[in-house]
């Protein structure tokens, strides 16, 4: 990914004209009211809003009146905000590089064609509203994020997702990310710049080498989407600065910490016990951390043990097994349930290469010797689900379990050397099942 610095820094535009009693205002014809990045400097007030209104304008957006930064949401409410009912399964459309998920969802031509409608519909907006961001809860390799709507309702419900960054971490971010939210857009936009008819409640358009989201419409009440669109788009800038994004939980057992990969349907019912609520963990190189805000603790020590959930009725899988690095970097690659192979446990959008981050995952393992295990929770008759299975975990901790021996029968390890070799031809000779 090519590094992109800024030709602007928004504190190189300071001035020292105080005119407004908000100092979350920022005005077109006003350049120079107070604004969210306000300081002292030897009795003097000085502002950053022409800053903001050249670095909007570098994405494409003109102030047309007023611009709002950072405002929190008692401040947010006041300018009319609302919380929105949420919605789900709204369409997402990403291109850019997505290894193995074959050819983009949305062109180059399209999106730059969406990009420009949308942009020319924020600036033709009197009050828009900017909120700066970040994915990831460890400063040393999170990505800045700049979201800016046209509405103060979609602004409430984006930033929770985000952690607090310092202010002007964005224009000094080499790759930050860029969210453009149009909830009063033609619901026919997708049509009309040939994507053909959506969904009337909206849709969410990413593009990975742009490093740009588009939400139109409702499309900000869809969160899971939303989440999704904004981790292919993180996930990459993440990797590249030393951290492993991975679709896992955490279950933290008295000063224990251990890291989860399991089906869905597991994490469901036990949700109560994991953090986050939402699958989505940043491995560090001391400790662990989260993607989106979680609203609790945002870094944990790195994890006493590593847990992968397969799901094998065949009775090939053993019910709890000890990996080798190598084994649970093969495993944690398939990520094997009841025939369907999910690669890395991530049923999202891919945007990094599976087969490279599990070699950072079994390099994680051997390096700070993190022990790994395979645990079948569809075992035939020992079906274990939800808090068994949180249990299961736990009391494995305190056991001596034996390392990992397929039970004989079946053909389930050729299955995962097909399905791994059609992916990912060059497997480490390290990976073994």
Known sequence: MK?????FDESSFARSRPTSSNPFFFSSQRKFAASASVSQDEGRVIDYSYGL????????????????????????????????????????LVRGHVPGGGPSEISKPHFTKLLKQVTNHISSISNIFVHDGAIGSSPKCDVKVRLISDNPSAMLSLSHMLWETPTRAVSQDSCPLTVYVATSISPGIGESIGLGSKENDGFIAADIERSSLILCGKAFSDSNTTKEALAALSWPVIFARGG???????????DSVVLLFA???TFKSCRDLLVPSDAG??????GLGFLFQTGGSNLFKLPASVFLASSDSSGVIPSVSKLSPGQAAYHFLAGYQNGKFIPAYNKGTWSIDPLELAKAFMSKLKDDQISSYLFNVNGGENNVNGKDFAKVVQSTLSENIPPFQAKSGGDLEEKYKSFLLSKFPALPEEFSF
């Open 263 to 265: 089906p869905k349907r």
């Open 3 to 7: 590094n992109f610095k800024p030709f």
């Open 244 to 254: 492993l994004p991975l679709s896992a939980r955490l279950l933290v057992s008295g």
């Open 53 to 92: 209104n050249l670095a909007l304008a570098g994405k494409g957006v003109i102030v047309k009146d007023q611009a709002f930064l950072n405002l929190n949401s008692s401040q947010l409410q006041h300018k009319g905000a609302t919380i929105a009912e949420s919605l789900s399964g709204l369409p997402l």
């Open 281 to 286: 963990v940043i491995l560090y190189s001391n």
